[in-house]
């Protein structure tokens, strides 16, 4: 007898013939708007802290400019691994 996995199969490896494919095209479209939207939120924070970042730095505030730091961080580390280029938070950083 072969033994059951013990985790369920990503749907990305699920192929769209498979019976177990739960996921619509529908679903599919708004899961990557929803990733869409995730990056873009990401890149915006994250051009906000570096934009906070660089005036704290101007003014000598070196904690604030530590706190905006790690701030723009955690935001880039959450656009990249959404897709987003740093090109991206700088054309937006410079629009804000």
């Known amino acids: 007898m072969m033994a ?5 199969t990503p749907v990305s490896q699920l192929t ?3 019976a177990n494919s739960t996921t619509t095209a529908e679903q599919q479209l708004d899961e990557r708007a929803a990733r869409l939207a995730t990056r873009d939120r990401a890149v915006r924070l994250a051009a906000a802290a570096r934009n906070a970042m660089a005036v704290a730095h101007d003014a000598g505030d070196t904690e604030a400019a530590g706190h905006a730091a790690r701030e723009l961080g955690l935001w880039w580390a959450i656009a990249d691994t959404h897709g987003a280029t740093p090109a991206d938070i700088l054309a937006v950083g410079a629009a804000l």
């Open 4 to 8: 059951r996995p013990t985790h369920p």
């Open 16 to 18: 769209d013939g498979d």
